[in-house]
C-alpha cells in the first residue's frame, strides 16, 4: 500500500512539473518547423500546411464572403473579432505575431520553442516532454479539430474526408 501511494505521488508530481513546464514553451511559427518538415523524408508537412485552407484561414476574414457573413453576425471587423479569430487565428492572444499564420502547426502540436531543436526532435518521448503534442488516436484528433469545426457557419463537417485533406505523418511512423 505504501508503495502504491509513493508512486501515486511521485506521477503527481511529474505532472504538476510537466504542467508547470510547458508555461515556458512559446510559439516559434511555421518557418521554423519549415526546416525539417518540408523534407520528403519528413513527409512534405510545411508544403501541404501552406496549400490548405489552414495556412489562409486567417486571410480568409478579409474576404467579402467573410464580411457579409460577419455583419449578418452582427460584426464589424472579422480579423479583430475574438469570435472569429479563436478558430481562424488561434494564437491571436498568446502569439499575436503569428496572427496571420492562420492555423498554424502549433495550434495542434503546442508551442515549438524547446522541442523544434533537431537533438529533441529525433527522440519522441523528449519531445513531448518539450511541448510537442502528438494525438495518440484519430479520436483525439478529431476532438480538436471539432473544437472549431463542429457547426462552423452552420455547417455539417466531414473528419474523414477532411483527414484525409491534410493528414500529415513522418513516413515510417
Not at 30 to 57: D, N, V
Amino acid at each position: 500500500m505504501k508503495r502504491v501511494m509513493i508512486v501515486s505521488f511521485l506521477a503527481i508530481l511529474v505532472f504538476i512539473v510537466l504542467l508547470a513546464a510547458q508555461g515556458n514553451f512559446t510559439y516559434v511559427g511555421a518557418s521554423k518547423c519549415a526546416m525539417c518538415h518540408r523534407t520528403e523524408k519528413q513527409g512534405q508537412q510545411h508544403p501541404l500546411w501552406e496549400k490548405s485552407k489552414h495556412a489562409t484561414s486567417f486571410q480568409a476574414l478579409s474576404s467579402p464572403q467573410a464580411a457579409t457573413y460577419a455583419q449578418s453576425a452582427g460584426i464589424s471587423n472579422p480579423t479583430e473579432n475574438e469570435q472569429c479569430l479563436k478558430c481562424h487565428a488561434p494564437l491571436f492572444k498568446k502569439a499575436p505575431e503569428l496572427k496571420a499564420e492562420g492555423v498554424t502547426c502549433e495550434v495542434c502540436h503546442g508551442p515549438g520553442s524547446e522541442y523544434r531543436k533537431l537533438n529533441i526532435m529525433k527522440d519522441r518521448e523528449l519531445a513531448q516532454k518539450n511541448g510537442l503534442i502528438i494525438y495518440p488516436s484519430e479520436a483525439a484528433i478529431k476532438k480538436q479539430c471539432l473544437s472549431c469545426h463542429e457547426n462552423a457557419h452552420g455547417q455539417t463537417f466531414d473528419f474523414a474526408s477532411s483527414w484525409e485533406k491534410i493528414k500529415h505523418p513522418v513516413p515510417g511512423k
